[in-house]
């Protein structure tokens, strides 16, 4: 198991990355707001297979999160992240304080426009500039290669690609599969916000996803008749509150009438105090 480093300042970070690319090594980014489960070490794993060095950094983003959401509350434990990623061969931890990144006076916003009004957008309206400002920051500092997102933010994922289109970014985006538990529930550092009650009834968002996968399969292709049967299965649990149940266009995200072509199956559920999110794509 080789050395960890934390580093946890912008400039020791910017100093970290010149010597790493004056070496000649690819560096490699996994962003992450900690409490690292399965998923992040997937996103890890395949990092190490596409770069010399590893960086995942943890930050728990207050820009991202709305006034009534959950970044107070937020779980954390970074001894054993740090743990764990030793354990998987990350080579180095990014851990900034809010403060190293949104010193007094702070005033620099990215937003991606259009693709940012779909899906999770009308009910988190400030959060995707909260992530495109966080994202080009940790690319500034970090100047990694290549970053690895996760399928699971599959809309996370299509709004940092159109931005490092836009923003002539050079870095290679990579998105790794959606890691689930033995249920089907996606892994997420929310599910601890679920009760036992909750937690039973949350593989409904999977089982959803799979009923509208069958129904693709057995050639159905009108969005809403499959909309309709991933709503009623989802509110057939007494502890779901549905937010959006959608099948969108996966490259401009817009809803679709007729499935063909890159199709995205999203869907946002609340229980309880946890808001959950899962995705699947098809091509048709
Ligand atoms: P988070 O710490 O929740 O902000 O997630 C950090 C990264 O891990 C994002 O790119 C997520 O899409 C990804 N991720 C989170 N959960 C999963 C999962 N269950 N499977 C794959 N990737 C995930």
Known sequence: M??????????????????????GLRI?????????????????RQARRASDRVVVSIFVNPMQFGPQEDYATYPSDFERDVKLIQGM??????????????????????????????????????HFRG????????????????????QKDAQQAVVV?????????????????TVREADGLARSSRNVYLSPGERREAPVLYQALQEARSLVAQG??????VVEAMRQRIAAR????????????????????????????????????ARLIDNFQVSL
């Open 28 to 44: 490699g980014l996994v962003p992450t707001m900690g409490y690292l489960h399965g998923g992040h070490l997937s996103l890890i």
């Open 89 to 126: 061969g990350g080579d180095l931890v990014y851990a900034p304080s809010a403060k190293e990144m949104y010193p007094e006076g702070y005033a620099t916003y990215v937003a991606v426009e259009r693709l940012t009004q779909h899906l999770c957008g009308p009910t988190r309206p400030r």
């Open 131 to 150: 992530v495109t400002t966080v994202v080009t920051k940790l690319f500034a500092a970090v100047k990694p290669h290549v970053a690895v997102l996760g």
């Open 2 to 23: 080789g050395d960890l480093k934390v580093i946890q300042t912008v400039s020791d970070m910017h100093r970290t990355a010149d010597e790493m690319r004056a070496s």
């Open 161 to 177: 690609r159109q931005m490092v289109r836009d923003l002539d970014l050079d870095v290679e985006i990579r998105v790794a599969p």
């Open 220 to 225: 159905e292709r009108r969005a809403a008749v």
């Open 238 to 273: 007494p502890h779901a509150r549905i937010d959006y149940v959608c099948v969108v266009n996966a490259e401009d995200l817009r809803p679709v009438e007729a499935l063909s072509g890159a199709v995205l199956f999203a869907l946002a559920v609340r229980f309880g105090k």
